[in-house]
Each structure stands twice: as structure tokens, then as C-alpha cells.
């Protein structure tokens, strides 16, 4: 019989239990986050659901109309600079706010958030206060192709809709420290109050109020969504205030990694208003039929990124705290290739049906036939960008676990880059579905860029790690 104590045979079986325990560790990780993955993509699933009812009876009710623009472009600029402000914070707050929480405890990371809630407040106010200043000067910019009664009613609308940058803002904090504790369930439910609200709000006062019906709808259903997040949040037992605790060493840290992806964000986000504002310059109905057209591609993509990118992020985050390579290398390269499975096939088969698929779900009303085409045109070429956009997100989510904002924001300035020079180049040529097809192209590129930082950084983790042995 072999001698344990021999100090080789030693070494091998400490070797052989270090790699059992990283697989068995790394599958137990990887079973938690397809579990969540799982149920945020139903939840995610339920809550489309609805914003799909939604735009069926706005494309019921309004068409194609100049209405339906001036909503796009009026609800455009907000969404927007929320999805740049409160989606940056989150992605700067969450891996911090678990290490805190976890070598800290519980008052340390409640010092962390009321800290930021401060921060994201302020931030809220005072850009709702500058985009309501220089509204006279950057609606015409954007709704360049209007006419004055349709920019006029654009104007109209986007005030009305600037209080939902402070409102759908906290919102969307407070349920990103819900999804940082795993409490999935009702954060992934609440992207499906806002629509229920606003199909009652039309039903009750589409005919009466018109495209206003819509707004108004919005508004009660982002208060509601604040509602029952803020409710959540306090029977947990964080405090919702927003106090000033000092610059301590964490809230530093979040600054630090704040400033690059909101620069990152500010960029890649910009691709929606890029996007709609070229399109504006190709004649009516443009807009709402680059909307339409990617009504499906964005319920697929909203599902899978929320799912995935929600899931993994608070595990990403665990496993960079306590140097875990291997583990997060493991479950990277476990969620690319089951997403590329998916994907690739599911984008052949969209592209196959995207006709029918659009007759089906918008052809009524005012949606004519010649609607369909157009619409249907679009959805195709914005079906390419699936595999690049979902393995992407993944990709992404480990960049910024490791704190690497800076090489988010790169990748996103050649995104923009590449997005607009598309754009132009294309839409010339295809209208609104050249605009589509650039969107995908710019995905396929920013993949590549994506995984090509994520190896370098894993190659210096892995030379740190021999010279350090």
C-alpha cells in the first residue's frame, strides 16, 4: 500500500481533492445561477408578456401615426439618460455593495446604499432640471424630419414624461440590491406593472385623450413599481433615506468605478437615441417602424439579458472577492457555449418567420400591409445581433465584476463609432432596416471586443498568480 505520508503521494491526493472540490464548487455555482437564471427568464417571460399586449394596442389604436413617433422620441431622451445614470450606478454599486456586506456586515453595506441613494438622487434631479432646460434646443436636434405640430407635440409629451427620471431612476437601484440579496422574484416582475397600467389607461382614456393616455398610464405605473420595490426593501430591513455617511473607502470605490461606465453607458446607450434620430430623417412612420420591428428581437433579448446578466453578476462578484479564476473562468465559458447553442438556431428560424410572426401580431387596424413589410424587413436584420448580444452581456458582466470600467467604456466609444458610420452608410440604401442592420453589426463587433479583453485579463490573473507562487 502506498505511504500518504511520503511527501509526493501526499501532494498528489491534496491535488486530487483541490480539483475535485473547484468542479464540485464550480457546478454547485453554475446549478445557482441557471436556478435564478431560470426564474428571472420566466418572471422576465410574464412581464414582456404584457409590454407586448401594450404595443399591440398601441399599433391598434395609433398605427404607425405621428403620434406613436412623438411618444418614441418624447420617452426616448429619458429612458435614456436613466439607463445611463441608474444603470451605471448599479453596475458600479453591486460587486462592491456584496464584498462590503460580506466582510462588513449588514450596517456596512446600509452605510453604502443610503451613501448612493444620496448620490443617484441628486444625480436624478439635477439632470431631470438640465434636460428640462435644454429641451428647446435638443428635441429639434433629435426630431429633426418633424413637422412643427408634430414637434410641438413631442415637446408636450417629453415633459410631461421627465418625472420618471427620478422615479423610474431609485426604482431601478432598489431593485438591484434586491437581485444583489437573490431576491429575484419581484424585481423580474415589476418591468410588467408599468405596461398593465398604461393598457388600462388606454382602454379608459385612449379614444378620449389620445396618445396623452399613454403617458399617463406610464406615470402611475412607474410610481406603483416604486411602491412595491420601496415596500420590499424596508420589510428587509434596508432604510430607503437617502443620508450622506462621508466618503468612506467603498463609496470611493464605486465613484471610481462609476465615472467609466457611465461614459461606457453614455456611449453604448446613445445608440437608441442615434438610432431614432436618424431614422426621423427618413420620412413618417420610420421611427415607430423601427420600434416595431424590434419589438420581437427586444422581448428575446430582454429575457436573456436579464436572466443571464442578473444571475451572474452577484455570483461573478462573490467569486472576484475571494480570487476564485478558475470558478468564474469555468462558469464564462459554460454560459457562452449553452447561449451560442441557443442562439444560432433561434436566429435562423426568426429570420425565417419574421413576416408572419409580424402579420400576426401587429396587422390590424391601422397597421396595413405595406406596414408589415416595412416592419418585417427591420426585424430580420435586427435578428442578427442574438448570439453576439446575449454572449456579450455575460462577457460584460465579469468585466465589471473585476472593476474594469475603463475597458467597458473603450469598448463603447467604438461602438458609437461604428453605429453611427453604420447608420449612415446603410440607411441609405435599406431606410429604416439599414439602421437595423447596423445595430447588429456594431453587437458582432463589440463581442469580439468584449472577449478579447475578458482573455487578457484572465492571462494576467494567471501570470500573477505563478509569480506570486
Not at 423 to 428: A, G, K, P, S, V
Request: glycine share 8%; hydrophobic share 55%; with cysteine.
Amino acid at each position: 500500500m502506498a505511504d500518504s505520508n511520503v511527501p509526493g503521494v501526499k501532494e498528489s491526493v491534496w491535488l486530487r481533492a483541490a480539483a475535485q472540490w473547484n468542479r464540485w464548487t464550480s457546478a454547485s455555482v453554475n446549478r445557482g445561477i441557471f436556478g435564478a437564471a431560470v426564474i428571472i427568464g420566466v418572471l422576465t417571460i410574464l412581464a414582456k408578456l404584457v409590454a407586448i399586449a401594450k404595443d399591440l394596442v398601441i399599433a391598434k389604436i395609433f398605427g404607425t401615426s405621428d403620434a406613436v413617433d412623438a411618444f418614441l422620441i418624447a420617452f426616448m431622451l429619458p429612458s435614456f439618460a436613466i439607463s445611463v445614470v441608474s444603470g451605471s450606478l448599479n453596475n458600479a454599486l453591486i460587486p462592491v455593495f456584496i464584498r462590503v456586506r460580506e466582510t462588513g456586515g449588514r450596517a456596512a453595506g446600509q452605510r453604502l446604499l443610503s451613501n448612493l441613494t444620496f448620490v443617484s438622487l441628486a444625480l436624478l434631479v439635477g439632470v431631470t432640471l438640465v434636460m428640462f432646460a435644454l429641451s428647446p434646443a435638443v428635441l429639434p436636434l433629435v426630431s429633426s424630419g418633424f413637422t412643427a405640430d408634430k414637434l410641438s407635440l413631442t415637446h408636450s409629451l417629453y415633459l410631461l414624461l421627465l418625472p420618471t427620471m427620478v422615479i423610474y431612476g431609485l426604482s431601478t437601484t432598489w431593485s438591484a440590491v434586491l437581485n444583489a440579496d437573490r431576491r429575484f422574484v419581484l424585481a423580474a416582475l415589476m418591468p410588467g406593472i408599468t405596461p398593465a397600467i398604461t393598457i388600462a389607461a388606454m382602454a379608459v382614456l385612449g379614444y378620449h385623450w389620445g396618445i396623452f393616455s399613454v403617458v399617463a398610464g406610464s406615470l402611475g405605473g412607474f410610481v406603483l413599481e416604486a411602491a412595491l420595490l420601496g415596500r420590499a426593501l424596508r420589510r428587509l430591513g434596508f432604510s430607503l433615506l437617502p443620508r450622506w455617511h462621508g466618503l468612506d473607502p467603498a463609496t470611493r470605490e464605486v465613484a471610481g468605478q462609476f465615472a467609466p461606465l457611465i461614459g461606457g453607458a453614455l456611449l453604448m446607450s446613445s445608440s437608441t437615441v442615434i438610432d431614432q434620430s436618424m431614422a426621423a430623417v427618413l420620412g413618417s412612420g420610420s421611427v415607430a417602424a423601427l420600434s416595431y420591428g424590434n419589438k420581437v428581437v427586444t422581448f428575446i433579448i430582454g429575457v436573456g439579458s436579464l436572466a443571464i446578466g442578473t444571475a451572474v453578476l452577484p455570483f461573478f462578484s462573490r467569486m472576484i472577492a475571494v480570487g476564485d479564476w478558475t470558478g468564474a473562468r469555468n462558469t464564462l465559458y459554460t454560459y457562452v457555449r449553452l447561449l451560442a447553442m441557443i442562439t444560432v438556431p433561434l436566429t435562423v428560424v426568426l429570420v425565417w418567420i419574421a413576416e408572419p410572426t409580424t402579420r400576426l401580431i401587429f396587422e390590424r387596424g391601422n397597421f396595413t400591409a405595406n406596414d408589415t413589410r416595412v416592419v418585417s424587413l427591420v426585424m430580420i436584420c435586427f435578428c442578427f445581433q442574438l448570439p453576439f448580444y446575449l454572449t456579450g452581456i455575460i462577457g460584460v458582466r465579469l468585466l465589471i465584476a473585476w472593476g474594469k470600467g475603463r475597458s467597458v467604456m473603450l469598448i463603447s466609444i467604438a461602438n458609437m463609432l461604428t453605429n453611427v458610420a453604420g447608420n449612415y452608410l446603410l440607411m441609405r440604401r435599406m431606410g429604416a432596416a439599414g439602421i437595423a442592420l447596423s445595430t447588429s453589426l456594431v453587437y458582432l463587433l463589440s463581442c469580439g471586443q468584449i472577449f478579447y479583453s475578458v482573455r487578457k485579463e484572465f492571462k494576467r490573473r494567471h501570470e500573477l498568480e505563478l509569480r506570486d507562487a
